[in-house]
């Protein structure tokens, strides 16, 4: 009996093995599908290791970053940030008359004349190319009215002279007209370069150095504030950037100034060259216009009177008849 009750006892405190259905794929490999490979043969023995194929990566890759690049960028856009304030902050200042700016004597005085005379050419221009449709049109309409005149001269006889006179004077003018237009238009294509090109040319150096002299108004302007303020040691490191900001910025204004100057007086000779002869051209195309249209119109006329004062062109009256 005692030997019996150790035995339960042994049976009751050894825990039962749990049954398992799930099993790894490595473990439950089918040997009848993968059957071990047996090389009977002499197996060669090399320094060489054998060659691993890599297999491909799957789902998303991190890329690692350039760090030097980043900062770079963001110091890029730092100062960009701080240049722009302080221009905007000058513009500002100088719109509302809180702040002072710089003003050069001999170049302002000349951009204000460029930008006024640049108006009035671009006036002139639209003038002038105006006239030229118009004349175009107006040639065309007389070129058709000559042609109804010409009409009428011959299935009328008794008005062939009246008519003839006409048709000639209203063809005349209207192929006159049309060498008029072509000048005018030559005048206004012309025109249209130097304003649209040549000047506008210069109105671009004219707007970098408008914004360059901001800049340097606004280094200027930051300089002596800082001059004016207490000196320690955070403020002096950058009292001496800023001084060496503005003598920079200084150079910069300097050389664009000397730049537009010289240009500018290049501009000046080739637009006086350009109008003396545009102007010129223009003039001799109207005398000539205006000569040739006033001697035509003289011999027409004198040639009319003379077919109208013959007795035999004028047919009597039927009461006279009668």
């Given at each position: ?277 545009q102007l010129w051209l223009l003039h001799s195309a109207v005398a000539a216009h205006s ?12 040639q009319a009177n003379k077919q109208l004062s013959n007795p035999t062109m004028v047919p ?7």
């Amino acid at each position: 009996m005692e030997g019996e009750q150790i035995e339960a006892i042994k049976d009751e405190d050894t825990p039962e093995e749990p049954k398992c259905n799930h099993s790894s794929p490595e473990a439950t490999a089918a040997p009848s599908e993968f059957p071990p490979e047996v090389n009977s043969g002499p197996v060669e023995q090399t320094g060489e290791l054998p060659v691993t194929p890599l297999k491909p990566l799957s789902g998303p890759v991190i890329i690692p970053g350039n760090k030097n690049q980043a900062s770079e960028k963001l110091e890029r856009i730092r100062k960009w940030s701080i240049i722009t304030y302080k221009c905007t902050k000058q513009t500002l200042s100088e719109k509302f008359g809180l702040g002072s700016h710089t003003v050069d004597l001999e170049l302002e005085p000349r951009l204000e004349v460029l930008k006024e005379n640049r108006l009035r050419y671009s006036h002139m221009t639209k003038l002038a190319q105006t006239l030229a449709n118009q004349l175009a049109q107006f040639t065309v309409t007389q070129k058709s009215l000559g042609d109804a005149f010409t009409d009428l001269s011959l299935k009328s006889p008794t008005l062939h002279v009246e008519f003839g006179m006409n048709a000639d004077a209203q063809k005349f003018l209207s192929k006159n007209g049309e060498t008029l237009t072509m000048a005018i238009n030559a005048f206004s294509s012309n025109m249209n370069t130097l304003v649209n090109k040549t000047i506008e040319d210069t109105m671009i150096n004219v707007k970098q150095y408008e914004t360059t002299r901001v800049a340097y108004d606004a280094y200027r302007v930051n300089l002596e504030e800082l001059n004016l303020g207490p000196r320690d040691a955070v403020t002096l490191p950058k009292l001496e950037q800023a001084q060496i900001d503005f003598q920079s910025q200084k150079e910069k204004y300097q050389k664009i100034r000397d730049d537009l100057s010289v240009k500018m007086k290049l501009l000046e000779e080739n637009k006086v060259k350009v109008l003396h002869n545009q102007l010129w051209l223009l003039h001799s195309a109207v005398a000539a216009h205006s000569s040739s249209c006033h001697h035509f119109m003289d011999q027409n006329t004198q040639q009319a009177n003379k077919q109208l004062s013959n007795p035999t062109m004028v047919p009597p009256s039927w009461l006279e008849e009668s």
